[in-house]
């Protein structure tokens, strides 16, 4: 017989994070379908400044030059490269413009979906406090500064979301071994660089973010201790809830 893949417990929560996201789910298509109706027909639409760095995306993907238009001078127009080549790519089985707007309109509202999920577990890694972190999965999708700016077209969801897996990271960062710890490291190393191509003034936020892995970390094991049986003999560290430098999330601290 094999071993079921997955518990209650998993399948609970699972449950609850999808009704969680129902409410920002209904927020957010309604915001999409109330501003693609002008009255009389559906005309889907971006916000200026995401037409631009679509138009260097459309240009890249039909000409392979990464101007604003054919022919237009090599001038740096965007701060977003890593959104602009995703525009791209989505130009590639979409020559229509309408098509390709809708297509980044739906990639928008996935995106602040995702965001909600890795701030989910992300919480839920640090706290163990199910509540919180359902109630900020909930809330992540109806914050309306993020959610205009990522499904009119603007790189603030991707952004969002990479920042979110960077905090995962370094929560997992503070509370793995040291083999999980490196791989943890590098995964914020990675979605850093992402970010900060995103959008270049990000890297002050990645900066900040990462520092917090390197700050106050005990030893590996520190509040766990070694295995039960290896340890029974050992005297294990007393351990205490301490808040850091993260905004109030609580880490095991030894007590010295």
Known sequence: MKAPTE???????????????????AFMTVFVLRNAWDGSRWRFTLFDDALISM????????????????????????????????????????TSPSLAIITMTILGVVLVLATAIVLYFAILSATSNTPIALA???????????????????????????????????????????QQRKLWLSTAALVGCAAVFTRLDAL???????????????????????????SSSLPQPPCSLSR????????????D
């Open 55 to 94: 138009a260097y995306g459309r240009t890249l993907a039909t000409t392979g030059e990464w101007v604003w238009f054919p022919g237009a001078e090599r001038v740096q127009g965007i701060t977003n490269p890593l959104w602009s080549a995703i525009m791209a790519l989505v130009h590639v089985p979409f």
């Open 204 to 230: 002050v936020l990645i900066i900040t973010i990462i520092g917090i892995a390197f700050s106050r970390v005990g030893p590996p094991n520190a509040c766990s201790g070694l295995p039960l049986e290896r």
């Open 136 to 178: 900020v999965a909930a809330g992540t999708p109806v914050l309306y500064p993020l959610t205009f700016w990522a499904v009119r077209g603007m790189e603030v969801g991707l952004l969002a979301l990479l920042s979110s897996i960077a905090v995962l990271a370094v929560v997992r960062v503070r509370l793995s071994n040291t």
């Open 7 to 25: 518990t209650p417990t998993t399948r609970r929560r699972l449950r609850d994070l999808v009704f969680a996201l129902l409410p920002g789910t």
């Open 244 to 255: 850091t430098s993260t905004g109030g999330m609580f880490f095991p601290t030894p007590i």
